[in-house]
């Protein structure tokens, strides 16, 4: 079986969430990145250990742990979107990209930003990137350049900066 880089977002969760037998189909080229209404209907109990009050023979489940459990369970790299987004891979290795401070970008939660975020990781698949750094640097160039662009911005925004941000890091050095 060929493994092709892909990116599931969006409705393509929902098809995912409703056919778990494709679950199988999944590997480490894959990428999910649910926010958290899709990842609760692809990991319901993830979800609900999100939600449950810690108890002593019960700890709080993170975000951190339950993209970590997800990402194994799926074999796919999961990008749990969000204020801190994390990514996980089904090795175990993570990352968190935290929105906070100077590097906060509410304006994000708009509708079609994941989409611009889903077509950026897909693309840096096609540089041929692995999936898990693919979505670790489509996260922070998602939110460079929406900090950027600054309030007001709409997702169709997004690709017009994307690619001031990329000369920037160009002229520093840290091409792509």
Do not use: N, Y
């Not at 889903?118 to 996260?139: C, D, N, Y």
């Not at 709409?154 to 920037?168: K, T, Y």
Request: proline content about 6%; charged content about 20%; aromatic content about 4%.
């Amino acid at each position: 079986m060929v493994r092709r880089a892909v990116v599931l977002d969006a409705d393509a969760l929902t098809a995912l969430a409703g056919a778990p037998a494709l679950f199988s189909r999944l590997h480490d080229r894959c990428v999910l990145t649910p926010h958290a209404g899709e990842f609760a209907r692809l990991f319901p109990d993830l979800a609900a250990g999100l939600d449950a009050v810690p108890a002593p023979d019960r700890p709080a489940l993170s975000r951190l742990d339950a993209a970590r459990a997800a990402a194994a369970r799926s074999g796919a790299v999961v990008l749990l979107k969000g204020a801190d987004t994390v990514i996980a891979a089904p090795t175990g290795a993570c990352a968190v990209h935290a929105a906070l401070r100077d590097r906060a970008a509410p304006w994000l939660a708009t509708a079609g930003s994941g989409d611009v975020l889903a077509g950026i990781i897909a693309g840096l698949l096609a540089r041929g990137f692995s999936a898990f750094r693919a979505a670790e640097t489509g996260v922070w160039l998602h939110a460079e350049a929406a900090i950027r662009f600054g309030p007001g911005l709409i997702a169709e925004d997004l690709p017009d900066i994307l690619p001031e941000v990329l000369r920037s890091l160009s002229a520093q050095g840290h091409g792509l």
